[in-house]
């Protein structure tokens, strides 16, 4: 590729694309921005006009890969009206699909270490995914009797944990992880006995 040096059109985003590729095949640690820059056909020294370090471009990647994912899963919960229980059980099959699709943003978002925190905008994108499958869970809470109703923030982190779980281990073929059962089946069937144990669906259901 030509060297366009500090001229290049978006080279912010530029590096962002030629580095999620590497954070999928090496992991978030296993490129340098040097390996950035020359995949986005820039000199290296272009690079720190946009990122200080390599956390940061990870962070933008994190960032990026949030709205996304927020976008996916306002969609399914969207597609499941008016029915909360459709609308739900959409949410956690959006996880699933995210992983899939996007595996260099799922990476810099959950398996980089970075903390959510540091910088408000990844925050705050964060939040709104999060914000998504807590609306379901409160829809869906809704028809639980207010005796045995657990807060939405805790039911839509169990149903968050279960579908990361499904994801790192089955989706995403982690080392010694088998299962007869494919991830949408297992991510189907339990959220099913969560919502049965919570008498949000039918025992034979």
Same mark, same amino acid.
């Given at each position: 590729?030509?060297?366009?040096? !500090?001229?290049?059109?978006?080279?912010?985003?530029?590096? &962002?694309?030629?580095?999620?590729?590497? &954070?999928?095949?090496?992991?978030?640690?296993?490129?340098?921005?040097?390996?950035?820059?020359?995949?986005?056909?820039?000199?290296?020294?272009?690079? !720190?006009?946009?990122?200080?370090?390599?956390?940061?471009?990870?962070?933008?990647?994190?960032?990026?890969?949030?709205?996304?994912?927020?976008?996916?899963?306002?969609?399914? !919960?969207?597609?499941?009206?008016?029915?909360?229980?459709?609308?739900?059980?959409?949410?956690?099959?959006?996880?699933?699909?995210?992983?899939?699709?996007?595996?260099?943003?799922?990476?810099?978002?959950?398996?980089?270490?970075?903390?959510?925190?540091?910088?408000?905008?990844?925050?705050?994108?964060?939040?709104?995914?999060?914000?998504?499958?807590?609306?379901?869970?409160?829809?869906?809470?809704?028809?639980?009797?207010?005796?045995?109703?657990?807060?939405?923030?805790?039911?839509?982190?169990?149903?968050?944990?279960?579908?990361?779980?499904?994801?790192?281990?089955?989706?995403?073929?982690?080392?010694?992880?088998?299962?007869?059962?494919?991830?949408?089946?297992?991510?189907?069937?339990?959220?099913? &006995?969560?919502?049965?144990?919570?008498?949000? &669906?039918?025992?034979?259901?």
């Amino acid at each position: 590729m030509t060297k366009r040096g !500090y001229h290049h059109g978006n080279l912010r985003q530029a590096l &962002i694309d030629a580095a999620l590729p590497m &954070i999928e095949e090496r992991g978030p640690q296993g490129f340098t921005l040097s390996e950035a820059a020359k995949r986005a056909g820039v000199t290296p020294a272009a690079v !720190y006009r946009h990122f200080e370090g390599r956390e940061d471009l990870i962070a933008e990647a994190a960032r990026q890969g949030f709205e996304i994912f927020a976008d996916l899963m306002q969609h399914a !919960y969207d597609s499941g009206q008016p029915s909360a229980l459709a609308a739900f059980e959409a949410t956690g099959r959006a996880y699933l699909a995210f992983a899939r699709k996007f595996p260099g943003h799922y990476i810099a978002m959950f398996e980089s270490g970075l903390s959510v925190n540091r910088t408000p905008e990844l925050a705050a994108a964060s939040a709104r995914a999060r914000g998504v499958l807590e609306k379901a869970a409160i829809d869906l809470s809704k028809h639980i009797p207010a005796d045995r109703r657990p807060p939405a923030s805790m039911f839509s982190a169990h149903i968050w944990a279960l579908s990361h779980g499904v994801v790192e281990l089955y989706a995403r073929a982690a080392p010694g992880a088998q299962s007869p059962y494919t991830p949408e089946d297992l991510l189907e069937s339990g959220i099913g &006995i969560y919502l049965r144990g919570l008498g949000l &669906i039918p025992p034979d259901a």
